[in-house]
């Protein structure tokens, strides 16, 4: 029994004596080997998994800034003339144009499609993109017509509105609680420089610039004092001449802003709103060090004035990293002599410079223009942020894929060269239900 | 006893069964990976999809546009691209139309392919299913105008599944537009495509309104 317990203690002393020198290397060793491999697994799954999610993101973005433009072209040409050159129930003249109109209002059209010759970044020039932009005019403030109270031949014009009608109560007119508050309200819908319109009890159509609003027990907008465009009563002469005009005092017509919405691929980091989203930039996972923030671009939507300028503020981002967007029509045409029935549709495709000639500026050729538009073919393209590829998928310019450069993979190096993002393009045909009724030409 | 065993260093059962541990753990890894990459592509796809199947229901309220009458002639469909099918109860696949430059086949990025030269491209298909919820009043000759007619439409987009190979045709490339190829008219060979469905009522515009 002692024997066995003597044999136990020296057991239990080499037990305790510590790994021999060679013993200690091998674990070491081995250890340093799996803690490697642990290592560049986890460094791979995390590069993927940041790859993925910059993916997952592109996608959203590109769903979420698809569904906004979508919402406002399905709203172009709501309580506003698809085509004011042309529209027989406008009052004015604005092919005329004189005295001068205010520079948008005069040629103010439902949709209005731009194809820029020069792209906003050399990324996009080297990928041989240049995106479109569009312009969207319509009531997208309020969806509701105003009534009018008596409208002063003053100069400035000054047009007074019933206080006691569903518009300003919705609007929640009589329970803000000062003139100032109220003229606080009725601004967030007749902002100052927008377009007014107002439709008279003959139902003629005029446009005027917003100058002002006030609150008080007699609201009104104030319209811009230089008198562009001239704002015109049946009895005054231009009325006589023009056989239109708001008749009597004016009162019982129906005003309603115009907003107009403009979306664009444009750099925004010049924007000293956004400068923060520009403060870090990323380094491109598998780019040669690059930041791949470099030349970015944004989808932007902005409100234009009746000239056209962008309102100071109005512009924010949509989507980040938005690379390209484009757009296509279909149209209508109407056979003469057959009721002003649609006889035909047809359609062009994005990028086509055979879309200016219908949603272009005017001059437009006979029998066609914006408004005998029917639906809007749209296109966005999103890039991940990272580029995370070092090959691109050869396109129609490359012998590859018939489609347009940019729409899969976009290269962020010199001239559109390596290395390369990832891009989610999401396209569809948007109706204008606001035109379909339209045949005039 | 036991410092003796311990003296002799880790048993080929200890050293399989670490080993098979570590392996589990890495093809969970992988396996993760390849779940993220495939759940990417999937919300991708549906997002196009999506898109696809609402170009489809405006292109066919476009298309009411021309549920009109010539002068002189009852109001009839004929003129229309797709909405003439509406006595096809049965899903089918719409034809292309030229004039509208879209049709049943669209490309991975949603974009409307030609058939008769990009068919291989298609990734997307789409049939439709038309009703008359409402039948059109010109088909009554006391009734001078009409604009009354409503038709249900019912669109189906789909794609293949990822495991599943899509047999070519009476063309000489597999395409998931081709005729043979799609869930069928009544949904039998549905568990081989993923499939969305959207809904639309179609409305005749009346008739000589200008707005």
């Known amino acids: 029994m002692r024997a066995w317990f003597r044999d136990l203690r020296r057991a239990a002393g080499r037990l305790t004596a510590g790994f021999t020198l060679v013993e200690l290397m091998v674990a070491i060793t081995g250890g340093l080997f799996v803690t490697i491999a642990v290592f560049m697994l986890a460094k791979q799954a995390t590069a993927v998994y940041t790859a993925e999610a910059r993916m997952g993101n592109a996608t959203i973005g590109s769903v979420a800034g698809f569904e906004r433009l979508r919402l406002d072209i399905e709203r172009a040409g709501f309580l506003v003339t698809p085509n004011i050159q042309r529209d027989p129930n406008r009052c004015g003249d604005p092919v005329g144009n004189a005295p001068a109109w205010p520079t948008y209002l005069q040629r103010l059209q439902a949709v209005f499609i731009f194809q820029p010759a020069v792209a906003p970044t050399s990324v996009l020039t080297g990928n041989h993109i240049i995106p479109n932009e569009i312009t969207l005019a319509g009531s997208y403030a309020s969806s509701d017509q105003f009534p009018t109270g008596p409208v002063f031949d003053t100069s400035p014009v000054t047009i007074q509105l019933q206080t006691a009608s569903p518009p300003m109560a919705r609007l929640g007119y009589a329970t803000a609680g000062s003139p100032s508050a109220q003229a606080a309200l009725l601004s967030t819908v007749f902002g100052a420089s927008r377009i007014l319109r107002i439709v008279d009890t003959a139902g003629k159509e005029q446009y005027g610039k917003i100058q002002s609003v006030t609150g008080g027990d007699t609201p009104s907008i104030t319209l811009t004092i230089d008198g562009k465009p001239p704002f015109i009563f049946r009895s005054s002469a231009t009325g006589v001449s023009f056989k239109c005009g708001v008749p009597g005092t004016g009162e019982r017509s129906l005003v309603n802003v115009v907003n107009l919405i403009k979306y664009s691929v444009k750099d925004m980091t010049t924007n000293a709103a956004y400068a923060p989203l520009f403060a870090s930039p990323v380094v491109g996972s598998q780019a040669t060090g690059a930041t791949t923030d470099v030349g970015r671009t944004e989808l932007v939507r902005g409100e234009l004035d009746a000239d056209g300028n962008v309102i100071q503020g109005s512009e924010e981002i949509v989507s980040e990293f938005a690379v390209d967007l484009a757009f296509g029509i279909s149209y209508a045409t109407i056979r003469a002599g057959d009721g002003g029935q649609v006889d035909s549709l047809g359609t062009i495709g994005p990028n086509s410079a055979a879309v200016s000639a219908w949603a272009g500026a005017p001059p437009w050729p006979a029998g066609q223009g914006p408004q005998l538009l029917r639906v809007v073919r749209a296109r966005l393209s999103i890039r991940s942020r990272a580029a995370d590829r070092l090959s691109n998928i050869p396109t129609i310019g490359d012998g590859g894929l018939p489609i347009a450069s940019g729409l899969y993979r976009i290269g962020l190096g010199a001239n559109g060269a390596a290395p390369f993002a990832r891009v989610r393009t999401v396209q569809a045909d948007i109706m204008l239900r606001n035109l379909s009724g339209v045949t005039w030409l | 006893m036991i410092a003796k065993r311990r003296a002799h260093g880790y048993t080929i059962v200890e050293l399989l069964m670490s080993l098979s541990v570590l392996a589990i753990g890495t093809a969970g890894v992988i396996a993760m990976q390849k779940v993220a990459i495939e759940s990417n592509r999937y919300a991708k796809n549906l997002s196009v999809a999506t898109r696809v199947g609402e170009a489809w229901a405006d292109e066919l309220t476009a298309d009411a546009q021309l549920w009109t009458y010539k002068a002189g002639v009852p109001t009839t469909l004929n003129n229309t691209d797709w909405l003439n099918n509406v006595t096809n109860l049965s899903w089918f696949r719409p034809a292309f139309s030229a004039r509208r430059q879209f049709g049943p086949a669209f490309?991975?990025?949603?974009?409307?392919?030609?058939?008769?030269?990009?068919?291989?491209?298609?990734?997307?298909?789409?049939?439709?299913?038309?009703?008359?919820?409402?039948?059109?009043?010109?088909?009554?000759?006391?009734?001078?105008?009409?604009?009354?007619?409503?038709?249900?439409?019912?669109?189906?987009?789909f794609w293949p599944r990822d495991d599943v190979t899509i047999p070519p045709s009476s063309a000489s490339t597999a395409n998931v537009c081709d005729a043979a190829n799609g869930p069928g008219v009544n949904d039998q060979n549905i568990s081989a495509y993923h499939v969305i469905y959207l809904t639309t009522t179609v409305r005749q515009p009346p008739q000589g309104r200008a707005s």
Do not use: K, M, N, Y
């Not at chain 2, 491209?121 to 299913?129: G, I, M, T, Y």
């Not at chain 2, 604009?147 to 019912?154: E, F």
């Open chain 2, 107 to 157: 490309s991975p990025l949603g974009v409307p392919l030609d058939p008769t030269t990009q068919a291989p491209l298609a990734h997307f298909c789409v049939d439709l299913r038309l009703a008359i919820l409402r039948p059109e009043l010109a088909s009554l000759p006391s009734v001078p105008t009409s604009g009354d007619g409503v038709i249900r439409a019912q669109i189906r987009v």
